[in-house]
Each structure stands twice: as C-alpha cells, then as structure tokens.
C-alpha cells in the first residue's frame, strides 16, 4: 500500500495540483479493490474537489476525470445501499 501514497507525497507541492488529483484517484481504486469503500471515497472526493478547484473535468490520465469519479462515487453509494442477505 505504501507505494501508492508515494505519488501522493511527491505531488503535495503548490504547482502540482492536477498530480495530487489522479494520486488520490489511484489511491482510491486501491481502498476499493480492498473492500475499505470508506477510505475510497475520501479519495475520490479530494481527487473531485481538486479537480472542481482547477475548473478543469481531467488530469493528463485519461482515466481520471471528473464524470469518471462521480460515477465511481454513485456506484458506492449504490453499493452500500443495498441490503445486505441474511
């Protein structure tokens, strides 16, 4: 896992805003893929509000934009909605 906040670290600086954007998304597919939705969506929702702030909908990867975390965003919360079976 910690090689995934090494980006994040490395982009904390004033002129690297779009960095820290797509190293919060990275991070939070991470969270994801290991069940911690929590720690996911905090992620994403510092990569949109950094995103929102810039005024821009993408960083340089063509992965990380704003539709595409607000749509991993609605699907948590379309996941954690669900009841659970018993």
Not at 2 to 16: F, H, I, K, M, V
Not at 34 to 49: G, V
Not at 55 to 69: M, Y
Not at 71 to 83: F, G, N, V, W
């Amino acid at each position: 896992m910690e090689r995934y906040w090494r980006p994040l670290e490395l982009a904390t600086g004033p002129g690297q805003p779009a960095d820290q954007a797509r190293a919060h998304d990275v991070l939070a597919y991470t969270h994801h893929a290991l069940h911690q939705e929590d720690r996911a969506r905090h992620h994403w929702d510092q990569a949109l509000a950094i995103l929102n702030r810039l005024g821009t909908d993408q960083t340089d990867d063509p992965e990380t934009t704003a539709s595409g975390i607000q749509t991993r965003l609605a699907e948590l919360d379309q996941h954690q909605q669900r009841p659970t079976p018993t």
